[in-house]
């Protein structure tokens, strides 16, 4: 065929593509012939046609991706094709079309935000989070942004995961945020007043109202809560065409008020909230996906209060309170922190028990087996010294490492991770890579492993508990901040102060030590019932804490 378009057909596309009709406009550039043969042009249009669709799927962005980079690959100077591809190459959840030309472009000119912010989050997706650092760091120091934007918040949320970063360093940042935000903020003032609420009107925005972490900690509190003293809000950031399924039904159902709020500005949120006069507003995600910072930044409420969905400070000053539990802050540490700290008596969360719970593996070893450590932590979480840490453990004893990824599978962040452990020296056979299973038969992986390793300095928290549950001890390594922390508060709350080490090398020869297992099969035996009396899964006595807290600060 011709290999170019005629004026009607042009314009045909056009309006197709300036009226978002993204399938159509696809529909219509397929019906040319091979997409690989039409103009590079169209390839482009059809290609971001892709990318920008919501009816896309994983597959749709990967064919996005090969475009782009073909286009790229044969002419280097159309860097609109480069920087579609880190578009799509994140969409797709994939790197090996995009990262060689990035490092290629970015050796050339080192001050291409777009290709810098390209790597950032790259390594982001693979768990490079050292990397990741490394490339905010120079994006934020070339760009200091004049307001919030995700390059900065991805940027803080990555400084969690690596060694090496402490409470001072993360803190610097978050101030910088903070004043960045106060210099250039476009909204009106807030005026506090006092409110002559018959309850306390409590809120809750979150963008994570759906299967996930934040729901097993949430679903307790928000159906035990006395309504007859709060009326409880929630402002949903969730996307419309996706989540809402059973979870996000019962949240609809035990709020007494439900907004959702993907769509609005943060003007339009912030004059919502405001003008329900809420008493208390609480944030559920910090700096992960779905937050609104902005809208805790400009303050919506007469308090607001960070909880739950992030670990640490926050550094704008209108966040009021940080809650936590003695053994995440100490006192003396409370100055690098923006947040006033609330401290919950025993614990700072406390998990709903799942439905359906499996029963527990009581005797999952006999003396001729390997031991089998284990790990279902999001590989993020496993930092280079983590990597250190388990390889030393592993090449020591006679083990193997089951590993899952609480993010889900994806086959370059295997790839990559493994490549590390091989690295170390580390026989790849001895790693274990089990695929993300939902509900039930996530929790029956652990009958896999006799003693869960916690990744440090960002531990888990979910799985620990549910390792617990599942009758499943849990070694972690203490801290130096809240994030750090958690895995000590949980061991401390459970009178298990045995399986916190002080150092790294007291890690490694606990984790040796622990395969005696006799004393470990002493344990398993009484573990599930130990800690369902335990505050991790009081939400009873949880319930009743949190409230007496917000009680007091009206």
């Known amino acids: 065929m011709n290999n170019d378009l005629n004026k009607d057909q ?85 790197s090996i079309y995009v990262l060689k030309h990035l490092y290629e472009r970015y050796e050339k000119y080192k001050e291409d935000l777009k290709v810098i912010e390209g790597l950032a989050r790259i390594h982001f997706l693979l768990g490079n989070m050292d990397k990741s650092v490394q490339f905010f760091k120079k994006l934020v120091d070339l760009n200091p942004p004049s307001i919030i934007d995700g390059g900065r918040l991805t940027y803080l949320a990555s400084m969690n995961y690596p060694s090496g970063i402490n409470q001072n360093d993360y803190f610097s940042e978050c101030i910088k945020l903070g004043e960045s935000f106060d210099k250039n903020s476009n909204f009106k003032d807030f005026e506090k007043k006092t409110l002559n609420n018959k309850k306390i009107k409590l809120g809750f925005l979150s963008g994570d109202l759906r299967d996930h972490s934040v729901n097993f900690f949430l679903k307790d509190l928000i159906s035990k809560i006395d309504k007859n003293k709060f009326t409880i809000f929630a402002f949903s950031n969730l996307e419309l065409s996706r989540h809402h399924k059973t979870i996000t039904s019962f949240y609809q159902k035990n709020f007494d008020e439900w907004h959702d709020v993907i769509d609005q ?107 089998r450590y284990g790990s279902f932590n999001s590989f993020k979480k496993i930092s280079n010294e983590t990597i250190k840490a388990w390889s030393t453990i592993l090449k020591k004893s006679n083990s193997e490492l089951y590993l899952k990824n609480s993010g889900g599978y994806n086959k370059e962040v295997y790839e990559n991770l493994a490549n590390k452990f091989q690295n170390e020296g580390v026989d790849i056979k001895r790693i274990i890579f089990l695929n993300k299973t939902k509900s039930e038969e996530f929790m029956k992986d652990y009958y896999k492993i006799d003693l869960a390793l916690d990744t440090f300095p960002y531990t888990g928290v979910t799985t620990s508990f549910q390792s617990y549950l599942m009758g499943v001890p ?3 390594l203490k801290g130096f901040n809240m994030n750090s922390r958690c895995g000590e508060s949980i061991n401390k709350n ?56 917000l009680i007091k600060l009206i």
């Open 494 to 549: 459970l009178g298990l102060d045995e399986f916190i080490a002080r150092d790294i090398n007291e890690y490694i020869n606990k984790a040796i030590m622990f395969q005696d297992r006799k004393k470990l099969s002493n344990l398993r035996v009484s573990l599930r019932e130990k800690v369902i009396n335990s505050p991790l899964f009081d939400t009873d006595k949880f319930t009743k804490n949190f409230s007496n807290i």
């Open 474 to 476: 849990v070694l972690t």
């Open 265 to 371: 500005t943060d003007e339009e949120l912030v004059n919502l909230i405001r003008s329900l006069e809420l008493d208390i507003l609480i944030d559920l995600n910090g700096f992960t996906f779905g937050n609104r910072v902005n809208v805790f930044a400009a303050r919506s409420a007469n308090i607001q209060i960070s909880w739950c969905g992030y670990n640490n400070s926050l550094g704008i000053k209108n966040m009021d309170y940080l809650i936590a539990d003695q053994n995440l802050i100490k006192k003396e540490e409370e100055n690098l922190y923006k947040e006033e700290i609330l401290y919950l008596p025993d614990i700072w969360n406390s998990m709903a028990k799942p439905e359906n719970l499996p029963e527990v593996n009581k005797l999952p070893f006999n003396d001729n087996e390997i031991f």
């Open 10 to 94: 042009k314009i045909k596309l056009k309006k197709l593509f300036e009226k978002k009709d993204y399938t159509g406009f696809e529909q219509e550039v397929e019906k040319l012939g091979n997409i690989e043969n039409l103009p590079a042009y169209l390839i482009m249009g059809y290609a971001g046609s892709k990318t920008l669709n919501p009816n896309s799927k994983k597959d749709d962005y990967l064919k996005s991706t090969i475009l782009f980079e073909q286009i790229y690959s044969k002419n280097k100077s159309n860097l609109e094709a480069l920087y579609n591809l880190i578009i799509s190459s994140l969409k797709a959840e994939t």
